[in-house]
């Protein structure tokens, strides 16, 4: 989770809001570099290189695209995160909303 959060938080429109360090930054990374190489050619290599002959680079790809949708998923299921990625609501004008878009 800490790799994709700090990678996030590289974006141009987050970037001057989140403060990083570089060290954090390159730290994760190592990290992340490790446990994919523990899953990918210790714990899962059968199944990698099956996905692989069956199915081509596309399979390796898609495995590392699911692993980020994971780390991705488990930040926002937080009930800490949720609470605060919707706590914006609090500050929406409803009686606008129905106004405006429902015509009530």
Not at 45 to 70: N, P, T
Not at 81 to 91: C, E, K, Q, W
């Amino acid at each position: 989770m800490r790799w994709i959060v700090l990678s996030y938080a590289q974006h141009p429109k987050i970037k001057p809001v989140v403060k990083t360090q570089v060290n954090d930054v390159v730290k994760s990374q190592k990290e992340m570099a490790e446990f994919t190489t523990e899953l990918f050619l210790k714990d899962c290599l059968l199944e990698a290189r099956e996905a692989a002959r069956y199915e081509g680079d596309a399979a390796v790809v898609g495995a590392f695209k699911f692993l980020s949708q994971i780390a991705a998923r488990s930040i926002i299921e937080n009930d800490d995160v949720t609470s605060t990625i919707t706590a914006y609501f609090n500050y929406v004008d409803e009686e606008k909303f129905e106004r405006e878009i429902f015509s009530k």
